[in-house]
C-alpha cells in the first residue's frame, strides 16, 4: 500500500513562509504528476500547484509568483514552498501523486492533509 505523508504545515503570520513537504514510500515503481490541492472550511478541493515527472509546472493563478512547487525524484518526494502567505491560503493542504506500484498497478493516491493556517 503506497502512503503520501506530509509535514510543514503550521501556523504563521501574514508575509511568512513555509515548506511543505510530502514523501511517498512502500513499493513504487515510478511516480508521474505529483501535486498540491487544498481545501478551506465550506469550500470545494481546489489545485494549488502540479509537477510532473520531467519537472513541469503549473500554478493556481491566486498562488502564482508567491509559492514554487519542486520535487526530488530519488526520494519520491514533493515539496511546497509558499512564500508571501495571505490569510487566503488558510486550509488543509493535500498531497497527491500518481504511482506506479512494486506490482505495476497505476493508482492516485492523496496523503492524510496538513493544516495551514495564516493569521496575525
Known amino acids: 500500500q503506497v502512503q503520501l505523508v506530509e509535514s510543514g504545515g503550521g501556523l504563521v503570520q501574514p508575509g511568512g513562509s513555509l515548506r511543505l513537504s510530502c514523501a511517498a514510500s512502500?513499493?513504487?515503481?515510478?511516480?508521474?504528476?505529483m501535486g498540491w490541492y487544498r481545501q478551506a472550511p465550506g469550500k470545494q478541493r481546489e489545485l494549488v500547484a502540479a509537477?510532473?515527472?520531467?519537472?513541469?509546472?503549473n500554478y493556481a493563478d491566486s498562488v502564482k509568483g508567491r509559492f514554487i512547487i519542486s520535487r526530488d525524484n530519488a526520494k519520491n518526494t514533493v515539496y511546497l514552498q509558499m512564500n508571501g502567505l495571505k490569510p487566503e491560503d488558510t486550509a488543509v493542504y493535500y498531497c497527491?501523486?500518481?504511482?506506479?506500484?512494486?506490482?505495476?498497478?497505476?493508482?492516485?493516491?492523496w496523503g492524510q492533509g496538513t493544516q495551514v493556517t495564516v493569521s496575525s
Open positions: 512502500r513499493s513504487i515503481f515510478s511516480i508521474g504528476n
Open positions: 509537477i510532473t515527472s520531467g519537472g513541469s509546472t
Open positions: 497527491n501523486a500518481e504511482v506506479v506500484t512494486a506490482s505495476m498497478r497505476w493508482g492516485d493516491y
